[in-house]
């Protein structure tokens, strides 16, 4: 077997030495559009994260007989096609809830409790100042109402946490066919006029893409606070843009529309209301443990299916 990762640099500091035990393993840092062909045409197991496997890569790419996905979403692969060639394709789920958990929190907390403003301040103004602290407005979770975009095992998890802070959970959902009956299934309108909080855990679809774009940022309340975990695209980052030209609110976006984010992006001038992460809320060392762990499982059961292919 020729096992060709594409994108390894994406998974960072990870063991690749294990892989070595199914056969010849090739490791690219980074692959580009032009030199996806070339690097796939000979192998049998293909692994990518975000790099495009469409029609034409796998027409061309005379042995392959699985893509394994290095993440969770599997739109950078032509699914249907890949099916009708009789080629096995897998993700892996699951393995990085607890760190987006905690990257979602990190962007409320560090919005809500002003902690760029605070560290800049405590550096630069509070070695002159005349009184011990410094007051600047910032609210409590406790008693404020929490809105989730997308309930599923991140949404869950956030929510459960989100209770465990005091604070009442409400909830969208973008297909419209969720229902947990533990928190309060609402209107987006609902959601968005009404909760002080709201975190987006939800996969860009033809349900979510511009799911909120200015008219559904002014419904919001005065101070809320607005987070995107789920994926780049479901906040229309222009028309965000323009209404943080005029509304109060604070925005916390981990995801975005390009990534890398264009050195053009409006939000970028935005530094006192956004506080931004490039894509590493699924980045921990767990998870990415957990996530290597998937890839691994995924090759060897393929190899044992497989053994003489």
Known sequence: MKIVFLDALTLGNVDFERFKEFGEVEIY???????????????????????????????????????????????????????????????????????????????????????????????????????????????????????????GEIGKRVAEVAKAFGAEVVYYSTSGKNNNNEYKRVTLDELLKTSDIISIHAPLNENTKDLIGFEEIMKMKKGAVLVNLGRGGIINEDELAKALEVKDILVGLDVFEREPINKDNPLLKFKEKTLLSPHIAWTSIEAREKLMDGIYKNIKEFCQTYPND
């Open 29 to 151: 840092e980074t692959t580009s559009a032009d030199k996806t062909l070339s690097r796939v045409k000979d192998a049998d197991i293909v692994v990518t994260n975000k790099i495009v496997i469409d029609k034409e890569i796998i027409n061309n790419a005379k042995n392959l007989k699985f893509i394994q996905i290095a993440a969770t979403g599997m739109n950078n692969v032509d699914l249907e096609y890949a099916d009708k060639k009789g080629i096995l394709v897998k993700n892996v789920a699951g393995y990085s809830t607890e760190s987006v958990l905690q990257q979602t929190f990190a962007l409320v907390l560090g919005l809500l409790n002003r902690v760029k403003y605070f560290d800049e301040y405590t550096r630069t103004k509070y070695p002159e100042s005349e009184i011990f602290t410094h007051i600047v407005d910032w609210f409590e979770i406790r008693g404020k109402r929490w809105g989730i975009i997308g309930l």
